[in-house]
């Protein structure tokens, strides 16, 4: 029921859509290659930038997970390390 009430298919798209919103947010850029990178060796799947591209360009806008108060902490976080170096 939560998976469709977020339109996720199944955990392989939240496997992918959470880093990807992680690194848009933070870059400003899609780095499709570096993510997939990224997925492939978190998950052992093989993922290039091409798949991982289509994957985005498919299904990207169609999830909504509610990620803003993450994404907050995750800020904090990163604020208070560089505020430490």
């Known amino acids: 029921m939560i998976m469709e009430l977020i339109n996720v298919r199944n955990v392989r798209d939240v496997e992918r859509h ?8 933070a870059t400003g850029e899609w780095h499709d290659r570096e993510v997939a990178a990224l997925i492939s060796a ?8 091409g798949a991982h591209r289509v994957w985005r ?3 990207f806008s ?19 390390h560089n505020n430490k170096t």
């Open 18 to 25: 959470l880093p990807t919103a992680y690194v848009k947010r």
């Open 42 to 49: 978190a998950t052992g799947i093989g993922l290039d930038e």
């Open 57 to 59: 360009n498919r299904n």
């Open 62 to 80: 169609e999830i909504s997970l509610p990620l803003g108060p993450l994404w907050d902490i995750v800020t904090m976080i990163a604020d208070a």
